[in-house]
């Protein structure tokens, strides 16, 4: 168990105690021991008590950490969730309305479940209570309806590591089986896992299957395709048995989209067909008899990869080695975990050349974004930090809020002491794509913009992203000269993979950024590079691809040009 589920356990009992109209104090204390243990820099699991002593916590909450570890959780939650109707505590995930309001729901309308709450915003009863909006009643419909269309979902990053596992095991018990599908093609989004067993008797994989203990097996199961999920997860696995003859047609069918697959051979026969009647050892030699160079299945999405051919054929894409230094981190002097030295130490340990350092700007108040004067401190510990390393530079860097006007976040004399500014919406983000476009494009076009950050403000699974015209956008950073993220966060990937090849058209410099608050959020760069790799990102169109001295020209540059 990670520190993220076990803080978000307090979360949970702080939030079902209100609801439940315990005492605030009650409220607040285990608010507050899930902030604490947010500060904390090592596994929760492996603290001393000692050590959880530090940063605030009695007896009370040590014990309860002591039978997480033992249990998986307290008695104390277990009870109150046995107690509370699962649709009503999946409210509590509609953002807006807090634990008094549902309560309200729960017990003035009798409303326990989602779609019971989604039916009475439909029939306009909720905005018979007190202190519910019209707007209100609107936005909890939506987001319902958005919860509900994620369900069986999750992040690429989150079924990475078990799905690369299972494979392994599988394979361990003697069977002829690859990964394929969503996660082959490094998808944000999985709703299933999938792979190709090569084996003339189904019923020899299915007893195998069906002997791992962690493995369910649903009903919906075929002759010659296992479905099931693994325990405690909501992603359905799906194992497809084959000839064992036809083993790498399969595999290459099902680690391409129907877009790819239905791409016209010379002959005016489909991909698809032709991968299906041929003799084949390797998903290669089906390229190479259909006279096409191979794809990687990142790009397999009858997008832009076939304008690449046998005579053009594709580019070395962006691997994790090739990115020497970082952009867009945030450090205690905002809302990060670490400090100034903390995070450049471990970027040295990673092997980078240079820490760009972005906090908050001053309007972010929710971020403890920096004052002027705060920015003046900041700016004289970098400088005494750089003065001691060799081959290793912090830039000095700021997310400057957007405002509404698009504006950024500091007058110019200020903006002008950056080593480079990433300029990010992060509030007013109810908008047309009309006002998000426009507010956009005024940030773009200011002269001490260096790079638009996370460009639709979207939150996977969680949020919608602000609609925006992506092509003016782009065509705006291709004349302004600036640089989009890929903002690696697994829960953003934004800019989207689908926009990169057309940034990469025109001539715009992708930066891979982790936005990481933590040290170990600077390895979220891994994710951005898959994006990359998808929308045919190449090391030589990815500014944190560049040498120190590269990067640092790169700036001056830019700053010559204010």
């Known amino acids: 168990m990670n520190n993220s589920q076990i803080i978000q356990q307090f979360k949970l009992m702080g939030s079902l105690l209100e609801l439940h109209q315990a005492n605030s104090f009650q409220v607040r204390a285990y608010q507050k021991v899930a902030d604490n243990l947010g500060e904390l820099q090592i596994n929760i699991i492996d603290a001393s008590p000692e050590e959880l002593t530090t940063i605030g916590l009695g007896k009370k909450f040590l014990d309860k950490i002591e039978e997480i570890k033992g249990t998986g959780t307290f008695h104390e939650l277990a009870d109150l969730l046995a107690k509370t109707p699962k649709g009503v505590i999946d409210m509590l995930n509609i953002k807006g309305i807090g634990a008094k309001k549902i309560y309200a729901l729960w017990k003035e309308l009798g409303l326990e479940s989602l779609d019971a709450l989604l039916t009475a915003c439909e029939n306009d009863e909720v905005t018979k209570l007190k202190g519910f909006a019209k707007k209100t009643q609107e936005n909890i419909a939506q987001q319902i309806l958005f919860m509900k269309a994620q369900q069986g979902k999750a992040l690429y990053a ?226 005494e930090l750089n003065s001691s390393y060799n081959n290793f530079k912090i830039f000095k860097g700021i997310e400057s809020d957007i405002l509404g006007d698009g504006s950024l976040d500091y007058a110019d004399d200020v903006l002008a002491n950056f080593d480079f500014i990433v300029a990010s919406i992060h509030s007013g983000l109810s908008m047309t794509e009309k006002k998000a476009t426009e507010r956009l494009i005024t940030a773009i076009e200011n002269p001490y913009t260096t790079i638009l950050g996370h460009p639709t403000g979207r939150l996977l699974l969680r949020r ?28 953003r990937l934004d800019i989207d993979w689908r926009w990169v090849n057309y940034a990469l058209e025109k001539n715009v410099l992708i930066s891979i950024n982790p936005d990481a608050h933590i040290n170990e959020g600077l390895l979220d760069m891994y994710y951005g590079t898959l994006v990359g790799r998808k929308g045919g990102l190449t090391k030589e169109m990815t500014l944190n691809s560049f040498s120190l001295e590269e990067i640092s020209e790169y700036f001056n540059k830019q700053k010559s040009k204010r």
Not at 192 to 207: A, C, R, S, T
């Open 464 to 491: 919608e992203g602000y609609p925006i015209n992506h092509a003016k956008i782009i065509d705006a950073c291709a004349e302004n000269n600036v640089c989009i993220e890929i903002n690696a966060n697994p829960w």
């Open 158 to 383: 989150d079924v990475e590591q078990v799905a690369y596992e299972l494979e392994k095991t599988l394979q361990a018990q003697g069977l002829q089986v690859q990964l394929v599908g969503e996660i082959v093609r490094r998808l944000e989004i999985v709703e299933k896992i999938q792979y190709i067993i090569g084996h003339e008797n189904p019923q020899v994989v299915f007893k195998t299957l069906n002997s791992l203990s962690y493995l369910q097996q649903n009903k919906n199961s075929g002759l010659f395709t296992w479905r099931g999920k693994i325990n405690n997860t909501s992603v359905e696995i799906e194992c497809k048995i084959v000839n064992p003859k036809k083993f790498y047609n399969e595999i290459f069918i099902h680690s391409s989209s129907i877009y790819h697959l239905r791409h016209q051979l010379k002959n005016q026969e489909s991909l698809l067909t032709f991968a299906k009647n041929i003799e084949a050892n390797s998903e290669e030699e089906i390229y190479k008899k259909a006279f096409l160079p191979y794809y990687i299945p990142e790009i397999r999405e009858g997008d832009f990869e076939f304008k690449y051919t046998q005579d053009n054929p594709p580019p070395s894409f962006i691997e994790t080695n090739d990115l020497k230094g970082t952009l867009h981190n945030h450090s205690t002097y905002s809302d990060g975990k670490n400090t100034l030295s903390d995070m450049a130490d471990y970027c040295q340990e990673l092997g980078y050349q240079y820490l760009g350092i972005s906090d908050h700007s001053k309007t972010a108040f929710y971020a403890n974004g920096l004052s002027e004067e705060r920015l003046v401190q900041q700016h004289q510990e970098i400088d």
